[in-house]
């Protein structure tokens, strides 16, 4: 175990002792602050939780009605035995936060997952000045470099209107949470009708309840007129080809949205008949112009190509390592 004057890498999460509070833990603990809702962060058993507001109801969701779960704005202090926590802006997902950790006068900056690029969805990602940075490190290669979301979703809506011209429709993957409300927000709404998978609408509709603004859509696997199914676009996480609903959309094309879409490798392996790049975290760019606004003097590598990423920033100067 790693410790420090305020923040500890401990096996079961990051760990602040002084106000015996974990940050994304991934075994049950008494506190738990949670950066944004994905598996990989918010896990169930927390004696009590605390989040961005804008995360409440797909948290109830994810984990149950009944948790025990407190809700702050963006730069809202929570003082805990002299500690000061506050949860900034991550561009992530939608209420997915960075967690600034304060205690005389050191600060800590946790940051959870996060995306550089304004999606015009989540609240933009801020750059929070801090003495120690953790960073993620999920596509921290100079490989990875996005292309700007209008080009990509340019390239999708142009794919939707050939394919429902050759009369097909089009099947689009994506995670329920995050991915699927980005495409959403920036589908041309004018080509044809969408539906979703039920676990996409149930948590568009918990989203909806946060006072995202997302429009009414409905769920495929309701009963929908034939009809109303030709040349539409689904998003769906997944495709499981016996499913009803697949059978009334036939004939279908699909694609896939995700970061690992750049390499051709991962193309191989997804069984999409197209690719886009669209990642909700930092491509190379991103990650380098995150850590450089921070100021900070110590970094602290997460989550992906931690050694890569490490050892690149010492190159730079930088006092950085993987935990």
């Not at 106000?19 to 950066?35: E, G, L, S």
């Not at 598996?39 to 984990?63: F, N, T």
């Not at 490989?143 to 429709?169: L, P, T």
């Not at 970061?259 to 760019?285: E, I, Q, Y």
Request: net charge neutral.
């Amino acid at each position: 175990m790693q410790k420090t004057k305020l923040i500890e890498f401990h096996p079961k999460g990051i760990y602040c002792p002084r106000a015996d509070v974990f940050i994304d833990p991934w075994k049950p603990q008494k506190r738990a602050i949670i950066t944004h809702a994905h598996a990989d962060h918010a896990r169930p058993g927390m004696q009590s939780y605390l989040a961005h507001k804008d995360s409440e109801e797909v948290l109830k969701l994810r984990l149950g009605k009944g948790i025990k779960l407190e809700t702050v704005a963006y730069g809202q202090n929570t003082m805990i035995n002299g500690v000061n926590f506050s949860l900034h802006p991550a561009g992530h997902i939608y209420g997915s936060a960075q967690v600034r950790v304060e205690y005389k006068g050191e600060i800590w900056v946790v940051s959870g997952d996060y995306k550089t690029e304004d999606d015009g969805f989540c609240t933009p990602f801020e750059p929070i000045q801090c003495n120690h940075f953790v960073t993620e490190s999920t596509f921290a290669m100079p490989i990875y470099q996005w292309q700007s979301q209008k080009m990509v979703f340019d390239e999708i809506n142009d794919w939707w209107r050939k394919n429902q011209a050759e009369g097909k429709s089009t099947v689009l993957f994506g995670y329920s949470l995050g991915k699927a409300q980005r495409i959403i927000d920036n589908l041309d709404l004018s080509i044809g009708e969408v539906f979703l998978h039920k676990s996409i609408w149930n948590t568009n509709e918990a989203l909806i309840r946060n006072g995202a603004p997302l429009p009414r859509l409905e769920c495929v696997e309701n009963n929908i007129a034939e009809n109303r199914l030709k040349g539409c676009m689904v998003i769906t996480p997944s495709l499981t080809p016996d499913a009803t609903w697949v059978k009334n959309i036939e004939p279908y094309v699909t694609g896939a949205c995700s970061g690992w879409m750049m390499t051709r490798g991962s193309k191989r392996r997804r069984p999409a008949d197209r690719g886009f790049v669209l990642s909700d975290h930092a491509d190379w760019n991103g990650l380098n112009e995150a850590v450089a606004a921070t100021g900070a003097e110590n970094i602290y590598v997460t989550h992906g190509y931690t050694t890569v990423y490490s050892r690149w920033l010492r190159e730079q100067g930088l006092n950085a390592r993987e935990v």
